[in-house]
């Protein structure tokens, strides 16, 4: 014969959430333009250009993202890093 369940008590109350305020993502903004079919895309934090996304009717989108002085924009095909983690195959069965 199994053993009686064990007593359960009931759990506490949830405390009220704390006050947060009405626009938590205040310093980001992306602001969408299209244009003679080509879609630009500039996101903002704290009202500094983070990137810009270029989609052209034709073609691939890139990315435009500021250098280290944040006066020139440099183009990218994508925000990858370019960190590139090595993947061995160590055994196969």
Do not use: C
Not at 20 to 48: D, F, H, M, Q, W
Not at 52 to 57: F, G, L, S
Not at 58 to 86: I, T
Request: hydrophobic share 35%; charged share 25%; net charge positive.
């Amino acid at each position: 014969m199994a053993p009686p369940p064990p007593q359960l008590e009931p759990l506490p109350e949830i405390p009220p959430r704390p006050n947060l305020p009405a626009t938590p993502n205040s310093g980001r903004k992306v602001t969408i333009t299209r244009k003679e079919g080509e879609t630009v895309e500039e996101a903002r934090v704290n009202g500094r250009v983070v990137w810009i996304r270029v989609t052209p009717r034709h073609g691939k989108s890139y990315f435009l993202v500021p250098d280290a002085g944040g006066v020139m924009f440099v183009r990218r095909d994508s925000l990858d890093s370019g960190l590139k983690v090595p993947l061995w195959l160590l055994l196969e069965f």
